[in-house]
């Protein structure tokens, strides 16, 4: 059964990020729109945090995102994870995000 659940989840991944690059480009916007506003509420839950992890995740894969946004993406995920004391994934954020700013289209963000 264990099996099962992680076999169904990458095609619903997959066809979730499909389906938002076939969006327009104000759909990125509101996607990041939506992802910010968890981001920045006073007081996350792990159900907000989770949300907005998720929300970045699209942005982070989909290939009409702005580069800019896309590297936000991905500093804001690792700020997620850090403040949830997952180090590792946090670091792994932010060498993705440093990556990808290149030529730097986020002017100091880390």
Not at 29 to 55: C, G, H, I, K, M
Not at 69 to 78: E, F, K, W
Request: charged letters at 20%; aromatic letters at 8%.
């Amino acid at each position: 059964m264990r099996l099962l659940r992680g076999t169904t989840l990458l095609p619903a991944l997959l066809v979730g990020s499909l389906w938002l690059q076939a969006q327009s480009p104000a759909s990125w916007q509101s996607v990041f729109r939506q992802a910010e506003q968890l981001y920045n509420l006073e007081a996350p839950t792990d159900e907000t945090d989770d949300r907005a992890l998720r929300l970045y995740q699209s942005i982070m894969t989909n290939t009409r995102t702005p580069q800019w946004c896309r590297v936000t993406a991905m500093i804001r995920s690792g700020n997620i994870k850090q403040s949830t004391q997952e180090h590792r994934a946090a670091r792994q954020y932010y060498a993705s995000a440093m990556a990808a700013n290149r030529p730097p289209a986020v002017d100091s963000v880390l």
